[in-house]
């Protein structure tokens, strides 16, 4: 079992990482493979959408989608709100280049049964206060489809550290930690994350000397 990390501390990591000459861009890279990695072994359905937030959640959406493609997938973008990090602008060129197919929002309500994997990847740790606008009419939407559901690191509308819950947060059947399981998910419970999937991305925790 993984011990579960603080936001701060996974900070801290990330940060360790970036001294040590990682990039952001190559952190959201294994994020994403390693994520796409796991629902491929996990689940045998080959049909997939994945609703990318405008940071580096969505990035590492957008890198999943670009894999699950590689891997024989037929995968559907969601961006409700546009790419607002160098990052995830870079991964939402990349997507297209890769050939996933980019859906709007309000195009998808009367197909949306049609998903057998439907992937959080809106809004990550670092989120907090209500769900609002765009990104709640998502989760919203993502909540009445009828496929797996599954959230990148943490599901939209819950707090990393808390564990508090927005009425709309996404409920997931399974929730992909990186590196660990947040603080939070520990202390919301499996009845509000699902199984909890762990995923490796290399972060180490001693620092440059």
Known sequence: MHKAISVKKMRELEENAFANGTTVLELMERAGKACADMIKN??????????CGPGNNGGDGLVCARYLVDFGFGVSVILPIEPKTDATKTNYERAKSAGVVFVK???LQDNENRFYIV??????IGAKGKLRGEIKK??????SMS?????IDIPTGMNADTGECDPDY???????GIHAPKTGEIK???????ESWIVDIGLMSRRKR
């Open 105 to 107: 929002l309000d195009d």
């Open 147 to 151: 496929g797996f559901k599954i959230s």
């Open 188 to 194: 919301a419970g499996k009845k509000k994350t699902g």
């Open 170 to 176: 996404v409920e997931p059947d399974a929730t992909i």
């Open 138 to 143: 998502s989760c919203q939407l993502i909540n």
């Open 42 to 51: 996990k689940y045998s359905a080959r049909n997939a959408i994945v609703f």
């Open 119 to 124: 992937i959080d990847a809106l809004l990550g």
